[in-house]
Structure formats: structure tokens, C-alpha cells
């Protein structure tokens, strides 16, 4: 149905998706935020490298996702269809290290924001910042803007409110308590792609900021290859990343400092050494693995060779935590997926729809996070047009 008001609170890549499809096909669109400027943490994500999303095929790409409606939403609204769409905004890009894509160089992710933000405005969308909303039901929505309670009524409303982490970019997260006053089911928000905290004995402030090159970090159900960066706490980096899940599942996480060689040639070249130190400097461990090793190791273990690469093969991580909330780059929980449907409308409500990171879904970083967020925003957009 077109032509219709939509409320849309939040400014995140998840929301102004939405709003742009529903705004190219005639609907009347609002965006709120309570911060005094739209999204602020997608600003943030610019920080590092803006990697807006991945250009591995769509199969493999959609297996990143631990639940099927974002395999579904990805397919529907692909890294293709949102690339072109940066495209047409003026945002062209490139395909950097493994596949990530981001905006051509030179390009700030303040201009792909403002490009995107001036896209909208011309097509007719509003903007109200410094609205915080605090209440809804099936039609209105009741936001406090500078300390007077302001009631919108729309045809449909998409909350697009973001996780919890970064709170300073506005993703508090303190929205949970107005869904759960609702009866909408809710987890509690825990750290995802965030960095391992490592037992003390494993900390080293003299190999602090020095790397693990090429290891490999496995455990029940995942494993990623890749640089792992030892800090003051523990260890930072794609593979640590991935191993967020089977951590939160209570599996336990090994490191393989040689994944490209065989148990059996790290024997064989450890027995062929004239001594272990001879050895692991042959086979280029990193001084962080040396340190593990004989840190954790008794004085006869570290001189057996067939123990040794055993142990640099499978190296069990003492790991105590995962970093604060605050300072990870995504997070789980918040709406649990069964309280929506595919088109990500809130099952309990006719007009109410939810997506990108509020929801209760898991992906990893290297740009399947923000596609993830356009991506649910597109099929929410999708069930609001086709209702
Ligand atoms: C340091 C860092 C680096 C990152 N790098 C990448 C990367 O390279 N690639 C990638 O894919 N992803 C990356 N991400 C993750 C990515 O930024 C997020 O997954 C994405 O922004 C989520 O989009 P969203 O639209 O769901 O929510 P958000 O972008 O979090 O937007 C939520 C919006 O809702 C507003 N809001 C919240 N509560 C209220 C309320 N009560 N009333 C009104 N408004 C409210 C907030 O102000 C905010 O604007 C990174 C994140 C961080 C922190």
C-alpha cells in the first residue's frame, strides 16, 4: 500500500535503508533520533576503515548469519543492490582485503552519511532529532523532545534503535524496558565481535602490541585464520572475534600457531633441531607463541617433541572474559527473533516493525553487520509496502 505516514525511529544504516525504500515508493517518511545528529555510530564504524559490506558470494556470505530471517534478508537486499544503491548516491567503492568493500579512497564516511541523509531530504523525508521515544502502541508513538511529551500517529512504525554498545553515539540500548513494559520478549545485551580477555599468566607488557601472524583460532563450532594482536587484557582481532559465539556457548578455544603444517612436521622438525629453541626459531613461531609455551609447559614437556607439537597445534586459551559492553563492536540480545516474522513486524502488533542490531542476531565484523542492517530494513520496508 503506498502513500502511507511511516514513523521511523532511529537513524542507523538499518533505518534510513528502510526509509529509503519506502520513500522511493511514495510513502510519507519520519525519522527520530534522540541524538542531536543522525547515525552517529555509523560514523563510528568509518573510524576504523568503513567497511559497508563484503563482496563473498551470496551463499558463504549469508552463512555468516546466525539466523535465517537475516540469510533471507540478505538474499532479498544483497551487498550487490546495496552497493549499487551507494553508487547512485554518489558513493562509489572498492573491494579491499578479503573481500571487504568500502568507499573509494578519499571519500569520508561523513560524505557517505551526508550524501545519503541529502538523498532522502530531497526526495521528502523529515528529520526530528532530540526526540527519545518512551512509549507506543499500535499507531502512536509518544517521544519527550527537550522535556515535553510530543504523540505522533503513523500508518506503520519501524523502531531501528541499535544495540548496546558505544552508548555515546546513542545506541543505549535503554530502550528494552519500554518493549518489555509491552510484553516483547528481550535478552539481555552481551558482547559480540569483541576482543578475549586473557588469564593474567598469559599477559605480557613487554610483547604487548606485538602480533600472532597467520594463526588459527578454533573451537566446537567455528574457526577463522588470521592476525591476532596481544593488548594489555588479552588479544584483539578477526579471529579472536570469531570466536565470540562458542566462547558465550561455554566451548573452549585453542589457538593452532602453525596452521599450515601438519602435527607431524612440527615434530619432525622440533626432533631435527639441535636443541627446542633451535627448533621454534625454524619453524618462526611468534615470540608470544614462545612465551605460551613456556609459560604454560613443564620442563619436560617443553623438551618433548612430540608433546610440544601437539601443544603449538592445539594451545588451549585461558580466556576470562569478553571486553565491557561499551567498548565492543556489536552486540547480542534485545528483541528475541521469535517475537517477529520474516518481514520483521513484530508479531504481537499490526503496524509495528523491528530491525537491524536491536534485534537478537550474530554476524561478523568485515562488513556483514551494516549489510545485515540495510538488509532487515529493506524486507521491513518490503512488508509495509506489500501490507
Ligand atoms: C567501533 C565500531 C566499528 C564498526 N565497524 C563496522 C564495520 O566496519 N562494518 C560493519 O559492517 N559494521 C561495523 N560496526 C557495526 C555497525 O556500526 C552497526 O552494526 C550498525 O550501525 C547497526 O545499525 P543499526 O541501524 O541497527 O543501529 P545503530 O547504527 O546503532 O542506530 C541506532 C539509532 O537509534 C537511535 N536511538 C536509540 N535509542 C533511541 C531512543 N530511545 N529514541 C530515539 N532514538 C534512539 C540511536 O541514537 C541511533 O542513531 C562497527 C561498530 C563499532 C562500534
Avoid at 27 to 35: A, I, L, Q, R
Avoid at 67 to 81: G, N
Avoid at 236 to 248: L, S, T, V
Avoid at 255 to 268: C, G, H, M, S, W
Amino acid at each position: 500500500m503506498k502513500n502511507r505516514i511511516v514513523g521511523i525511529i532511529g537513524t542507523g544504516p538499518a533505518a534510513l535503508m528502510a526509509g529509503t525504500i519506502l520513500i522511493e515508493n511514495g510513502c510519507d517518511v519520519h525519522f527520530f533520533d534522540h541524538k542531536k545528529a543522525a547515525g552517529r555510530k555509523f560514523l563510528v564504524a568509518g573510524h576504523g576503515g568503513f567497511n559497508l559490506t563484503n563482496s563473498e558470494e551470496l551463499a558463504t556470505f549469508c552463512e555468516k548469519y546466525d539466523h535465517d530471517f537475516l540469510k533471507k534478508a540478505v538474499r532479498y537486499y544483497s551487498p550487490t543492490d546495496f552497493t549499487v544503491f551507494l553508487a547512485k548516491i554518489g558513493i562509489e567503492t572498492y573491494e579491499g582485503t578479503s573481500g571487504k568493500i568500502f568507499p573509494l579512497k578519499g571519500i569520508k564516511p561523513i560524505e557517505v552519511l551526508k550524501r545519503w541523509l541529502e538523498y532522502l531530504s530531497k526526495k521528502g523525508a523529515s528529520f526530528h532529532y532530540e526526540h527519545s521515544f518512551v512509549e507506543f502502541d499500535d499507531t502512536n508513538v509518544r517521544f519527550l523532545h527537550r522535556k515535553t511529551q510530543i504523540n505522533r500517529t503513523f500508518d506503520a512504525v519501524i523502531f531501528s534503535l541499535g544495540g548496546a554498545s558505544w552508548k555515546q553515539t546513542g545506541s543505549t540500548g535503554s530502550w528494552i524496558e519500554y518493549f518489555e513494559k509491552k510484553g516483547v520478549h528481550c535478552l539481555p545485551f552481551q558482547a559480540s565481535n569483541s576482543g578475549l580477555e586473557l588469564d593474567t599468566m598469559l599477559l605480557n607488557s613487554e610483547l604487548e602490541g606485538q602480533q600472532i601472524k597467520n594463526c588459527l583460532l578454533f573451537s566446537k563450532e567455528y574457526s577463522k585464520m588470521g592476525d591476532v594482536l596481544l593488548t594489555r587484557y588479552g588479544i584483539e582481532g578477526a579471529p579472536a572475534y570469531a570466536m565470540n559465539r562458542d566462547f558465550r556457548n561455554g566451548n573452549v578455544i585453542y589457538i593452532d600457531f602453525k596452521p599450515t603444517l601438519a602435527v607431524e612436521e612440527i615434530e619432525y622438525k622440533l626432533k631435527a633441531s639441535k636443541s627446542v629453541a633451535d627448533g621454534l626459531k625454524k619453524l618462526k613461531l611468534s615470540k608470544i607463541a614462545i612465551d605460551w609455551l613456556k609459560k604454560t609447559c613443564s620442563k619436560d614437556e617443553y623438551v618433548n617433541a612430540s608433546f610440544l607439537a601437539n601443544r603449538i597445534k592445539r594451545f588451549e586459551l585461558q580466556i576470562n572474559g569478553l571486553r565491557p559492553i561499551d567498548e565492543v563492536i556489536s552486540t547480542v540480545g534485545g528483541i528475541a527473533m521469535d517475537e517477529i516474522d520474516s518481514m520483521f513486524k513484530l508479531k504481537n502488533f499490526r503496524n509495528l516493525y523491528a530491525i537491524g542490531e536491536m534485534l537478537d542476531w550474530d554476524a561478523p565484523t568485515g562488513g556483514y553487520l551494516i549489510q545485515g542492517a540495510v538488509s532487515t530494513g529493506a524486507v521491513a520496508a518490503k512488508g509495509i509496502l506489500t501490507t
